[in-house]
């Protein structure tokens, strides 16, 4: 981010993506509390010694869509259909209207509801051609046809699994990043869902409902949306072939340096920042002049010795209202209401530019969260709390 960003052009250009970064053979990745990550001596590198694992298919669903409130609404469609079948055989004078009449509308129910009963009896390969292919070293969307295939995730190399979800937990979204950029994949969650799933939901970072980069739109131009299920058996595949992968993310800031988060390690601006050593961090947001308008960011100051950096990004338009989603979230999801929390700054001055580092908006609370985890100077105030 240039100085002359300031006031007239915009300081977060888009955010690109960073090469993988050098191989650490020293450092073994952090668990990731998932039970293939939790093996002592795994090494290193994520390139697997054993044969690679058998392909496997993710079938990817329509999100406005599910076979189950197609047949509700069939069910619900035939009701009238056969009432006013037996209003005709109660009420109509012609024998003719009493006879053919209401036998035609029992047919159209009936039909109604044996073509719903036949539609839950097609395969996913059948009902959808769109999907993920997990097919060794790399992760593919399939898109519909057959007609292309795109690279996801390539998995020989460093790779990072960012979880986001709603402050619902009504959506969960998987922000996959490497050398090759970044992609997202979403599920949705009901009631039931969210109970079967609910240690994987608690692992995700709490965002605003709002948030454009929730609805995982694919290169294809269509979201990328799994049943949960789905969503969870890939992951945890994911896990499996890249231990410690939950706990990162690899982009590059609005001046191409790298910017990642690798476990207990911060790098952002050209500097390093060890996670495991005391730091101090604070956020805040500000305002400054765009134009004729006036823009609104969030910041992150972080300073480790001489070290000090100010992660900046635009400010969400909607912040969620933290006495509303209090009552709804009920008192036992503490996570997700310590990450609402994180989102909330004081107003300050703007930051200098040449301290700004450019950082996308999904990315600022799972960053909060990783500085609020890190040992603290006496000096400073308490992490957020739930």
Known sequence: MGREAKGQKDPLEAVATLPPLEARAHEPPPATGWPSAQLADEPASDAAATPSPAPRWFDATAPEVTPARRGGSRRIWSVPLF??????????????????????????AVALLARGRRRPLLTPPQASRRGLSLDG???????????????????????????????????????LSSGAGMSSIGAGFDGPSRRAFAALLDRASVVGADEVGLEAIGPDGEPISLGPAALAALLDELALRSPGCLER?????????????????????????????PLEWRAFVFQEALGQAIAEYQGTWVRQGTSEIVLV????????????????????????LRDLRLMQGLPESPPSADQRVAIDRLLMVPLRSALDKAPRPAAQAPRARA
Not at 85 to 107: C, D, N, Q
Not at 257 to 277: C, H, I, T
Not at 320 to 335: E, K, Q, V
């Open 83 to 108: 009432v006013a079948a037996l209003v005709l055989v109660a009420t109509a004078r012609s024998l003719m209207v009493r006879a053919l009449l209401p036998i035609a509308l029992v047919a159209a």
């Open 137 to 175: 070293d790399q992760l593919l969307l399939q898109a519909k046809g057959g007609a292309a295939q795109h690279l996801l995730l390539p998995l020989r190399e460093r790779f990072g699994v960012t979880l986001l979800a709603t402050p619902r937990r009504d959506r969960l979204v998987a922000l």
């Open 249 to 277: 993310f690899f982009v590059t800031d609005a001046r191409g340096a790298a910017l990642s988060l690798d476990g207990r390690e911060l790098r952002a601006g050209g500097r390093v920042f060890d996670l495991s050593a």
């Open 313 to 336: 990004c635009l400010l969400p338009a909607m912040s969620p209202a933290l006495d509303g989603l209090s009552a709804s979230l009920g008192p036992l999801d503490r996570g997700a």
